[in-house]
């Protein structure tokens, strides 16, 4: 099983990002997908999920209305689109087949000026 994060980097604030997740081993199309994040210092947080067939989703109260998690299961790949960043969103952002204790590497996003 792999899965594999890309599409953070530096950004401005009030600028976007599109983070993708790209998983192999598994039935994509029959697997739910969250997004997670840490920030220096602090716990890892719950950011976004989805279901398998992205009929529901959920966010955390702090990207509600800023972030988009949405998926492409012909392409095995879950996205979180964030725009309106603030600086409080820096932080490595990790993917993970929801309860499944898969994890991606992480992806950096750092948004500052």
């Known amino acids: 099983v792999q899965v594999v994060e890309s599409g953070g980097g530096l950004v401005q604030p009030g600028g976007s990002l599109r983070l993708s997740c790209a998983v192999s081993g598994f039935t994509f199309s029959a697997i739910p997908m969250s997004w997670y994040r840490q920030a220096s210092g602090k716990e890892r947080e719950f950011v976004a999920r989805?279901?398998?067939?992205?009929?529901?989703?959920d966010y955390a109260d702090s990207v509600k209305g800023r972030f988009t998690i949405s998926r492409g299961n012909a392409k095995n790949t879950v996205f979180l689109q964030m725009n309106s960043l603030k600086p409080e969103d820096t932080a490595v952002y990790y993917c993970t087949i929801s309860g499944s204790g898969y994890w991606g590497q992480g992806t950096q996003v750092t948004v500052s000026s």
């Open positions: 989805i279901t398998s067939t992205g009929d529901y989703v």
